[in-house]
């Protein structure tokens, strides 16, 4: 008996992984921006980690609410696609027999085999094969917004957590220095952890999530200082 050949493709992790990426991202680069503009403005270390943590908190919320609805809006759109294409297998079953034989037709298939294909497929689960084939829904891409809002909440409260820990840490005339090295170091490390978990180039990758950060870093200062000078 041959050995079974398993596959693991890095495709089936997208659903969570975008979540987590963008919810560690934000929680990095938004408390970090928050805390650098709030020390620039020269606030005491109270103050700083008080704008901090609040920002974590509202961030978590915030990350989570947009993720679920987001998510739940495509949800929406797969489940009203679903009911219309089992209405339509319930009306016109020869009319989406052809439809299915013709997408496997301009893939290479030929138009008899492609035929048997689409019979064959439509027997054992009609729905199913037009839901992947037709309308590109499949156990693999399909909306979660429960697990999509959990992910961003955790992982941008963690990634918050990290500008936070820096600017307690650091001495108070250092706050806004050791925070952007501490920033850009965490984002290094998420997009070289992001791509691998993905199984991209970490190089492009690290340097798109720190060049952002250091932008957002460098403006919130900006205003930060400005303000504080005026104030």
Same mark, same amino acid.
């Given at each position: 008996?041959?050995?079974?050949?398993?596959?693991?493709?890095?495709?089936?992790? $997208?659903?969570?992984?975008?979540?987590?990426?963008?919810?560690?991202?934000?929680? $990095?680069?938004?408390? /970090?921006?928050?805390?650098?503009?709030?020390?620039?403005?020269?606030?005491?270390?109270?103050? $700083?980690?008080? /704008?901090?943590?609040?920002?974590?908190?509202?961030? /978590?919320?915030?990350?989570? %609410?947009?993720?679920?609805? @987001?998510? @739940?809006?495509?949800?929406?759109?797969?489940?009203?696609?679903?009911?219309?294409?089992?209405?339509?297998?319930?009306?016109?079953?020869?009319?989406?027999?052809?439809?299915? %034989?013709?997408?496997?037709?301009?893939?290479?298939?030929?138009?008899?085999?492609?035929?048997?294909?689409?019979?064959?497929?439509? %027997?054992?689960?009609?729905?199913?094969?037009?839901?992947?084939?037709?309308?590109?829904? @499949?156990?693999?891409?399909?909306?979660?917004?429960?697990?999509?809002?959990? =992910?961003?909440?955790?992982?941008? @409260?963690?990634?918050?957590?990290?500008?936070?820990?820096? =600017?307690?840490?650091?001495?108070?005339?250092?706050?806004?220095?050791?925070?952007?090295?501490?920033? $850009?170091?965490?984002?290094?490390?998420?997009?070289?952890?992001?791509?691998?978990?993905?199984?991209?180039?970490?190089?492009?990758?690290?340097?798109?999530?720190?060049?952002?950060? /250091?932008?957002?870093?460098?403006?919130?200062?900006?205003?930060?200082?400005?303000?504080?000078?005026?104030?």
């Amino acid at each position: 008996m041959a050995p079974r050949h398993l596959e693991r493709h890095m495709v089936q992790r $997208i659903g969570w992984l975008r979540a987590a990426v963008l919810g560690a991202n934000d929680g $990095i680069v938004s408390t /970090a921006s928050l805390v650098v503009g709030v020390a620039a403005a020269s606030q005491g270390r109270s103050e $700083i980690l008080l /704008a901090g943590v609040a920002g974590l908190v509202a961030g /978590a919320f915030s990350m989570a %609410a947009g993720e679920y609805v @987001s998510v @739940s809006s495509q949800a929406d759109t797969e489940s009203a696609d679903l009911a219309r294409e089992r209405g339509e297998l319930a009306t016109q079953p020869a009319f989406e027999r052809e439809e299915l %034989a013709n997408l496997y037709v301009a893939r290479g298939v030929e138009l008899g085999l492609a035929r048997q294909v689409a019979d064959q497929l439509m %027997a054992r689960d009609a729905l199913g094969a037009h839901a992947r084939d037709e309308l590109g829904i @499949s156990e693999i891409t399909t909306a979660r917004p429960i697990q999509a809002a959990l =992910a961003s909440a955790l992982t941008f @409260s963690a990634g918050a957590a990290l500008p936070l820990l820096a =600017a307690l840490l650091a001495p108070p005339p250092l706050i806004v220095p050791v925070v952007s090295a501490a920033a $850009i170091l965490f984002l290094a490390i998420l997009g070289a952890i992001g791509a691998k978990a993905g199984g991209a180039g970490m190089g492009k990758a690290v340097v798109r999530v720190t060049f952002w950060g /250091a932008l957002a870093l460098a403006a919130t200062a900006g205003v930060g200082a400005l303000f504080g000078v005026a104030a």
